[in-house]
């Protein structure tokens, strides 16, 4: 069976990444699951295959994905933790 299935859902994403790294999933497997981001090339839009590891771990995140995750969650906490010093 085949399914394709497009979309921007980071939940989508990390589902997916979860499902690979839990061992209960047997169908969920680097190998079972292909994930491709798209992006601009130089001339019209470029497709390259996601590498995830048995972990459900993103090898290859092209910058500022999701606005920079890694970025974003750092400066949430960073404000929350402010936030909380302040008393509001």
């Known amino acids: 069976m085949l399914w394709i299935v497009e979309s921007h ?4 994403l990390r589902r997916l990444q979860r499902r690979i790294a839990e061992v209960e999933s047997a169908f969920a497997s680097p190998e079972n699951i292909k994930m491709y981001f ?10 390259r295959p ?4 048995i972990f459900g771990q993103i090898l290859d995140w092209p ?9 974003d969650l750092e400066k949430m906490a960073m404000a929350a933790l402010q936030r909380a010093r302040n008393g509001r």
Do not use: M, Q
Not at 9 to 12: G, K, R, T
Not at 63 to 70: A, I, K, P, V
């Open 63 to 71: 910058e500022n994905f999701f606005g920079g995750l890694t970025g």
């Open 9 to 12: 859902s980071e939940h989508l």
């Open 50 to 53: 996601v590498k995830v590891d």
């Open 38 to 47: 798209c992006g601009k090339g130089s001339s019209g839009s470029t497709i």
